[in-house]
């Protein structure tokens, strides 16, 4: 995608920081929005090894033009626990997507995955409120969305990882917050008796890797859902849609979660105007 | 300046590394460049304090993204010290404006203003060789350009600094390596007897600095060069202007060394497709 960008000294920065970032979708979102409001700030992805990460996203925190910092796999997890203070989210989820430096100059970081997961999904007409939910995944992103799978009211959380010690260990952290919902972990996979099927694993970044669960498996109506961004369309969306089979594009998540990004980076105003549709993200003129 | 970009998590990044950032032109003229040619890759200041920049750029370096990094004021020789190599040119002078981590890991740096300065100057039809030169200025710029006057056979070259000593130091260290031309430095600023004067201070950089030096003590014809970007005519250069000096703006250094870097940072192809004048950077065509 290209746009027109203003890039000079003055430019706020917005690193998008993972391992590996090549697929990320923030950047061209991001641009996108900063281009149409007339801000002078970009976003772009900064491939950084485990060993210095933490370091090196604390010292880029500390420079004068950077706005905050993304965040994404596989980093959520390990930059939650290097942060000096956590939102509500992240404390509870041990996993961040976002990181700021505050007035005082401590290192703050937020979680927003889970918020804008939920919110896509409602957007696009999917209550999960009473409905019993497989979640595949169990990393920052599937615990965030199984947070908020609870305070939206699900019936039953089933986590399913290939880590099962990650799968039970997510279910027995959130099960003491939430009356109404059932978390539970599923040692090996067994898809049958749900409504909504999630895809919160990285399986489907790489061109070669298998689908996170054979569609064939699933039940006639089941709402299969995906957070991979790129491909929009993944190889188990069609595969699911192929089948006949409601699906839900990972990019949601990211749409439905800038207008949080936004208000934490400094930006309240530009997240107001935010209008967000299935297809389409637009900014409301100023009056 | 307004440029259309490709931003993705794919992109290459070239962060211009100071301390202030917001005045550097180099994310300017790389990104019009790239964007001409066609590269995925994308340069922005990145304003880095003191007690934390080494590790940073160390940390940038790392990342599988950063195709490098160009050092600016105040960090030339701070992070001269800490790379792993240096070119000849950093290595004689102590500064670097460069740094790319080689393919073993290490982090080499090397020195690309004194030999812009140099060809701008050239090729803006002025020669130095036999010429007396006085140097405003004995920072990473100015030592640079000191070591690059004695390699083009400048008769004298005098340097002052408020800091006497740095100017000591750099017309000491300079003098054994070159025959034809005398290093001095000046105690306090005689600026009588010279064909060219050279500010290679951070003075011109903020609004309120007074100028290195009153045009009116100069002699008709002296050639008044400066070496800051931003604005193009400095105030002193508009004051020598005024009084009918020839001037020589600070851009001419930084576009005269942009083949320097392409090569460094792996763009040899690129380097060699340029084409430069005195008021334009051209691509030739590829056959």
Redesign the interface.
């Known amino acids: 995608?290209?746009?027109?960008?203003?890039?000079?000294?003055?430019?706020r920065?917005f690193p998008?920081v993972?391992?590996?970032?090549?697929?990320?979708?923030a950047?061209?979102v991001f641009?996108r929005l900063f281009a149409r409001a007339g801000i002078d700030a970009?976003?772009?992805?900064?491939?950084?090894?485990p060993d210095?990460?933490a370091?090196?996203v604390?010292?880029?925190l500390?420079?004068?033009?950077?706005g905050g910092v993304l965040v994404t796999v596989p980093y959520k997890k390990v930059l939650a626990a290097s942060a000096d203070r956590l939102g509500l989210d992240a404390s509870q989820v041990g996993a961040l997507n976002a990181l700021r430096r505050a007035a005082d100059g401590a290192i703050e970081g937020d979680l927003f995955d889970g918020a804008g997961f939920l919110a896509g999904l409602l957007a696009a007409g999917h209550g999960v409120a009473g409905r019993r939910v497989l979640l595949l995944g169990a990393g920052g992103a599937g615990s965030a969305i199984a947070a908020k799978l609870g305070q939206a009211g699900a019936a039953t959380v089933a986590v399913y990882d290939p880590q099962a010690r990650s799968a039970q260990e997510l279910a027995a952290s959130l099960q003491p917050h939430f009356a109404r919902t059932v978390f539970e972990s599923q040692p090996s996979l067994k898809p049958h008796g749900f409504d909504v099927v999630i895809n919160a694993s990285p399986l489907g970044l790489k061109p070669g890797d298998p689908l996170p669960l054979d569609p064939d498996r699933l039940a006639a109506g089941t709402l299969v859902c995906d957070i991979i961004m790129e491909p929009a369309t993944t190889r188990w969306l069609q595969a699911a849609a192929a089948r006949g089979l409601p699906v839900h594009q990972g990019r949601h998540m990211l749409d439905h979660q800038l207008p949080a990004y936004l208000s934490f980076f400094g930006l309240p105003e530009l997240a107001a105007r935010l209008r967000i549709t299935s297809d389409s993200i637009t900014l409301e003129e100023t009056a």
């Open positions: 995608m290209t746009l027109s960008l203003p890039v000079s000294g003055k430019t920065l998008v993972g391992h590996p970032v090549a697929q990320v979708r950047p061209a641009n970009l976003a772009f992805g900064l491939d950084l090894p210095s990460v370091a090196t604390r010292g880029l500390a420079s004068e033009n950077v």
